[in-house]
T-cell receptor
Framework: DTEVTQTPKHLVMGMTNKKSLKCEQH?????MYWYKQKAKKPPELMFVYSYEKLSINESVPSRFSPECPNSSLLNLHLHALQPEDSALYLC?????????????????FGEGSRLTVL | AQTVTQSQPEMSVQEAETVTLSCTYD???????LFWYKQPPSRQMILVIR??????QNATENRFSVNFQKAAKSFSLKISDSQLGDAAMYFCASFNQGGKLIFGQGTELSVKP
């Protein structure tokens, strides 16, 4: 199983809503990532979890709140978002966050959750 | 700081022909990894090919090969015998000791039948 599964695929929410994006992998990976991607642009790193602990937060606004309940699951809680937060949110996983070895930097991506904030 | 630059926003190739996508990068580190990722219109990003900086030999993966010029900090992707399924956005990326995968701006490749 080499899949990263993201739900929901599409989400429309108002600026006062609270919603969550979910990501799941069963590859035994110990690093998980959230990226934000605007149309025709590269993914921008938001958060990295390594062994279920937050290791990188790229100065993301607090209206985005990540959570890693266990090694297979990654959530992104959304609250009081702005219209400019509308984007494709990609989850990815890798063997670990190691910076050397045959799998270093090799990320497996999900299909993404398309978020629209009204 | 680690940067990746792709200077070709769009490229086009005839089916069965060869196309080369350009990428340059900048890093102060001696140990790093370079990648080409493909994102088809269905959105899922997949790894095409990877190159370890310490290896002089250029990586190849079936119809995909790279030209890695370490001194020039250049990392181009060659796609041979292009197929309709190769149409996608291609991102060059680098990964270094900071543990972050940094992407270039992308090159949108179209394949003409």
């Amino acid at each position: 199983d080499t899949e990263v599964t993201q739900t929901p695929k599409h989400l429309v929410m108002g600026m006062t809503n609270k919603k969550s994006l979910k990501c799941e992998q069963h590859m035994g990976h110990r690093a998980m990532y959230w990226y934000k991607q605007k149309a025709k642009k590269p993914p921008e790193l938001m958060f990295v979890y390594s062994y279920e602990k937050l290791s990188i937060n790229e100065s993301v606004p607090s209206r985005f709140s990540p959570e890693c309940p266990n090694s297979s699951l990654l959530n992104l809680h959304l609250h009081a978002l702005q219209p400019e937060d509308s984007a494709l949110y990609l989850c990815a996983s890798s063997q670990d966050q190691g910076t050397s070895g045959p799998r270093a930097g090799e990320l497996f991506f999900g299909e993404g959750s398309r978020l629209t904030v009204l | 700081a680690q940067t990746v630059t792709q200077s070709q926003p769009e490229m086009s190739v005839q089916e069965a022909e060869t196309v080369t996508l350009s990428c340059t990068y900048d890093t102060s580190e001696s140990d790093y990894y370079l990648f080409w990722y493909k994102q088809p219109p269905s959105r899922q990003m997949i790894l095409v090919i990877r190159q370890e900086a310490y290896k002089q030999q250029n990586a190849t993966e079936n119809r995909f090969s790279v030209n890695f010029q370490k001194a020039a900090k250049s990392f181009s992707l060659k796609i041979s015998d292009s197929q309709l399924g190769d149409a996608a956005m291609y991102f060059c990326a680098s990964f270094n000791q900071g543990g972050k995968l940094i992407f270039g701006q992308g090159t949108e490749l179209s394949v003409k039948p």
